[in-house]
């Protein structure tokens, strides 16, 4: 057997058949190329998760029958791809004699006017379905097909069958400005950056005026903040962005409760009560220790309370029902969620909690609905007032001339006992988390809690889930960066109750999934960044750009063997970068604050010194690139502490040689911060997620003075050298 090859034998066993057929790896190969094979346990683990019974011999051969059975009793795919300027040709299962016909209803319900031509099959690859032969023929839909989610309906004999057919372009299309040039913008945690006018945490109208102020003190034209998916709708409220209760709704702790239009014309003992619980919290944007989000909460909502049981003129009423109207059902799930969490608390982990009982449509749940019919609009009214604030900072950034605006970040999946996962069980698998396979940085491999999508749904539902999710990444911003874009292709399976070493690969229809970005960024005048790093495949990596997907070119990352590449050598699709929030900012990196952190929280697995020196090897050759490419004076990088800044400053200059579209400089690195925003591997032992922005001395930056600081101005002219 090859040392990166199953055996045929292995390929043989039924187990490993049903598993490929499924779309699950049976193998894979590590970060350090290292093979391995997966465990019987686990595949049977990942498939039940998929609701596929391989539980002994039989249910895996019953199993096997059952899904091809199923999918040539079908006469088409739920799901088709089209690509716009290309014919495509649609597989259509037929009896051996039988001849398809076709029609397409175009989104907007228009019939399209085109015929669709049949294209009959040869009969080599029949497959006997009840006694009768299935044969394989193709409906032709034409290049011009329009871009849309339209419907194809299939005729064969007397039955008729639908599918979803998503015609989308064939890759995500550079900006005019990025065809022969390049954009640039700022990098920003939001609720690490407060005004003086903040409750203690940065908010939205704190977003329109970075925006702003980003654009016309410095020229950038984007920025990229934190996940600002929905959380918990009271404390105790999660810190980590990455872990949101509903992806397809905004985070309504941003708020600003005086940019709310009803605060103008509230009665002055209301707004008296409302400055009051404002002074309450304002002490907190002076904190450079710690982000307070439960006290800011406590305080905020009360104050939105307020405002939401005051009067709403005839045309803001309507304002408020459209939206709602317009929303839906994801709305829905949201506010009755938060309404269950408000009066029932928190569902915790074991199995007797409310939302482990109780289904969206249980008596108990429509009961709390007529019960608090008030608290239920608060929550609809909170994210009416959200979206319009949200969106108001992008309106204010495109009006200030920004190209992209908001570059908003896209987590790869959903809080486990959020409101997504309870009302829309369906779409997701049951019985297994997503994490990653064991690397040089977790040796045990990572359980990120989140469950995954099941792609069997996504298909059979025409991939509404993530056709909306898209869309309403959109609806907020000009580009949307999209974490661990691997999952587009595949996603790491951890089965309950076993340790994220034990977990599978299960694979997803990367081309589907990139088309609907490609559709959304199309209708958006959009750009998509797809955060790539760590090992990605060869196939990853050429799909991503032939789809023309920006991927991630980080700085500290671009080595190879010991050796730091040379910026004019990076890839031209791609954000380039100095860091990621992942790591601490340029001068806390300089003085080996991963190294004093891990140490101190005992995440490293050998002795401090041997971690130690590898991280100053890797300085060093960081340092030398630097010289080497004219970045930085030799004789300044002698003394790193003594012209920290400098080297710094020579980072951002690298940045500048490379080809890549769009550029980011991180506000931490331009005022001097050294904390990291996130430790990898740490819950609350590091208060992830919860470091206010500060200066190299420790003391706050608030967004009044931001741009107007030296420092920060000094990164702008680097990064709009070119």
Partial sequence: MS???????????????????????????????DYHEINDNVLVAVLAALGIDASGEGAIERSIKHIQDERHARLVAPTVLHRVGEESHVPVNVGMLDMPSATITLENGEAYEHTLLPDAGDGSKAYMLNGQF??????????????????LHVTVGERTEDATLISAPPRVELLDEMREGRLWGWMAQLYSIRSSDSWGVGDFEDLAVLLENAKSKTGADFTLVNPLHAGEPVSMLTPS??????????????????????????????????????????????DAQL????????????????????????????????????????????????LCYDKWGAPSEDADNWEQRLAKDSPEVMGLRQQFPDTLEFYHWLEWV??????????????????????ADMAVGVHPLGSEAWWYPERFAKGATVGAPPDMFNQQGQDWSQPPFNPIALERTGYK???????????????????????????????????????AYVHYDSEVMLGILALEASRADGVVVGEDLGVVPDYVADSLSSHGL???????????????????????????????????PAAGYLELEHVKLRERLGLLEGPKEVFERSAMAEQDAMIEMLVEHGYLDAELARDRKANQTEI???????????????????????????????????????????????????????????????????????????
Wanted: with cysteine; net charge negative.
């Fill in 465 to 503: 889930a993530y056709r909306d999710l898209v869309h309403n990444m959109f609806a907020h911003a000009g580009a949307v960066r999209i974490d661990h874009i691997l999952g587009l292709f595949r996603l790491w399976w951890v089965p309950a109750g076993l340790k994220p070493i034990d977990g």
């Fill in 134 to 151: 299935v044969s394989t023929a193709s409906i032709v839909i034409p290049a011009d097909l329009p871009e849309g989610y339209h419907t």
């Fill in 648 to 722: 710094v400053m020579a980072q951002y200059r690298a940045l500048q040689d490379s080809p890549c579209k769009l550029l980011a400089a991180s506000i931490t690195d331009a005022v001097g911060e050294k904390r990291a925003q996130n430790q990898p591997g740490t819950n609350n032992e590091y208060p992830n997620w919860r470091i206010p922005l500060a200066d190299a001395r420790g003391q706050v930056v608030t967004l009044d003075t931001l741009f107007d600081r030296v420092d920060v101005r000094n990164i702008a002219t680097i990064m709009r050298t070119k």
């Fill in 386 to 407: 959200a979206s319009e604030q949200l969106d108001r900072a992008q309106s204010r950034a495109k009006a200030a001339g920004m190209r992209i605006g908001i570059m």
């Fill in 291 to 338: 982000i307070d989000r439960d006290a800011m909460w406590q305080a905020k909502i009360q104050a939105l309370w307020l405002i939401f049981k005051a009067d709403r003129t005839a045309e803001r009423q309507r304002e408020f029902e459209e939206f709602c109207a317009q929303v839906g059902e994801e709305l829905e799930a949201y506010a009755t969620w938060c």
């Fill in 550 to 584: 920006l991927g991630c070119a980080v700085e500290w990352f671009e080595q190879k063997d010991g050796m730091f590449r040379a910026p004019a050598d990076w890839r031209e699709y791609a954000l380039a970068s100095v860091n990621t929030h992942d790591l601490p």
């Fill in 3 to 33: 040392e990166r090859m199953e055996s045929s034998e292995r390929l043989a066993r039924p187990l490993i058949q049903l598993a490929k057929l499924a779309g699950i790896a049976t193998s894979y190969v590590g970060m350090s190329h």
């Fill in 241 to 286: 962005p990455y872990l949101p209760v509903a992806r397809g709704m905004v985070n309504f702790t941003y708020i600003r409760p005086e940019s709310i239009e009803e605060y103008q014309t509230l009665p002055d003992d209301t707004r008296r009560q409302i400055e009051q619980l404002h002074a309450s919290v304002e002490p907190l944007n002076g």
